[in-house]
């Protein structure tokens, strides 16, 4: 017997971590919009980015970003910024639902924090804030592109560092998780992999 059925979600965000990615405009002030479709191989992250939007346009022309991880108890803030576009004109395919908003810092009540190696900003609230330099952008099979960025600079508050090291206090880090379009931060700690900090 099958205990499963075959359905056909909306969404296959089977929960991710959610991103605010910070670039540069053209005018050099500074762009935020999250993202859920980003993950990390050694210093490297990719990203996933729809065709027609603000991030991916600013990353092709100006290739700096920040990847600030917000705390979980952020996702109001992040959620504020949902529905906003820094694409002037918004693209047709997003009339219906979005909005052009210049000042995307200001709307979600974030602070943008310089950075020290590239010249976008950092978000101030985020724990865990990956300064990174695009090496690539692939076109996808689908409407949008793929994102490969070298972290350059990694900075985590201090409370979320064991002492005395390089490591993350998996205990008091808690990232804001996005599962079918739904808000988490994480649940109980279930274990480690042995001879790991
Ligand atoms: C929690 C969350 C996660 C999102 N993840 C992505 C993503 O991974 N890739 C993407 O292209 N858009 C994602 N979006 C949608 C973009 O944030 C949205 O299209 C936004 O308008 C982009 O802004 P921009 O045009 O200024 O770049 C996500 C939105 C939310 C609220």
Redesign the pocket.
Known sequence: MDSHITICPSTL?TGTP?VL?S?LNADGTA????????WALGDMVV????N?????S?LRARPELTINYPHGDMWES??S???????SPV?PH?EDR?RF?SD?FGVSELTPQQSTSVKVPRVEECPLQLEAVVEKITDGVGD?AIVEARVTQVHAEESIVLPGTQHIDTRSWSPLL?AF?H?FSLGKHLGQRPGVA
């Not at 990203?47 to 729809?50: K, Q, T």
């Not at 910024?81 to 694409?87: E, K, M, N, R």
């Open positions: 965000y959610v990615i670039t762009n935020l919009s999250p993202a859920s479709s980003a990203i996933g980015l729809e027609g939007g603000q991030t991916l600013n992040v959620e910024l949902g529905d906003l576009t820094g694409a693209p997003k979005y908003e995307k949008y996005y379009k808000y």
